[in-house]
């Protein structure tokens, strides 16, 4: 287990190709690239197209994972190994919200391997006992049913957060806002323009203005803006 990367994800059992894809891609997109796969139903899965084409860009994860035989040998170098699993065992590791352990997790500088089960059975009861805590993800008590990589991206974005995150890149500076002249201008456009179709009686005009400079005021229109709605005003014009 690298000591760069100290995460580890396990699909145990994963029966269909696609799944392991979207799990690759939600590893990669948190900064994770450790996975192994115990016993999958397809040996070749990490190859297969469907598994290639929902990896989607992260197919250097596909290249790097390991299939193996047992759970025992996925968790070789793992230091704390999580099980995910809905339903709480009687005699397996406590359950625990992902967001309630991690921060006691990451700060205890583990080598943490999360395991996942198959989509249709889970995890098995030895499978769970063989870890050290058991997480499930808070949903609404009538309907917890999760897609396998929908879970993988819940707990790897989950942890990923209590490790630090990353910084979210700030937005570009928004374009310069048009000021009162250029909107007053675009107001007097589209008066004739509404007038020109029909739309507009200039001898009863009523409140349809000041109705209209209040949007334009609360869209707080940007230069390229104002040119764009004066380019439609231009065509009313043309009709």
């Known amino acids: 287990m690298s000591t760069a990367d100290p995460t580890r994800f396990v699909l145990v059992g994963t029966s269909h190709p696609g799944n392991v894809g979207a799990a690759a891609r939600a590893m990669k997109v948190m900064g994770f690239s450790d996975l192994v796969l115990v016993a999958p139903r397809h040996a070749d899965v990490l190859v297969q197209e469907d598994t290639v084409a929902l990896a989607s860009g992260a197919a250097d994860i596909l290249v790097r994972a390991r299939v193996v035989a047992t759970l025992s040998e996925a968790l070789e170098g793992v230091t704390h190994a999580c099980a995910t699993a809905m339903t709480p065992r009687d005699f397996g590791p406590r359950t625990h919200a992902p967001r309630a352990l991690f921060p006691e997790l990451a700060a205890g500088r583990q080598r943490v391997g999360f395991v996942f089960g198959s989509e249709r059975y889970g995890l098995s009861n030895e499978d769970v006992y063989r870890c050290h805590s058991c997480l499930s993800i808070p949903t609404p008590a009538d309907y917890g049913s999760l897609n396998l990589a929908q879970a993988v991206q819940l707990i790897a974005y989950d942890w990923r957060q209590a490790l630090g995150g990353y910084p979210v ?12 002249a250029a909107v007053q201008g675009l107001l007097y456009h589209w008066q004739r323009a509404l007038v020109h179709i029909g739309h507009l009686d200039p001898a009863a005009p009523k409140k349809l203005l000041p109705r ?11 230069e390229e803006e104002v040119h764009l709605l004066r380019g439609i005003a231009t065509s009313m014009l043309k009709r």
């Open 169 to 180: 890149t700030p937005r570009t500076p928004d374009p310069a806002l048009a000021d009162a």
């Open 212 to 222: 209209v400079n209040q949007l334009l005021n609360r869209a707080q229109l940007t």
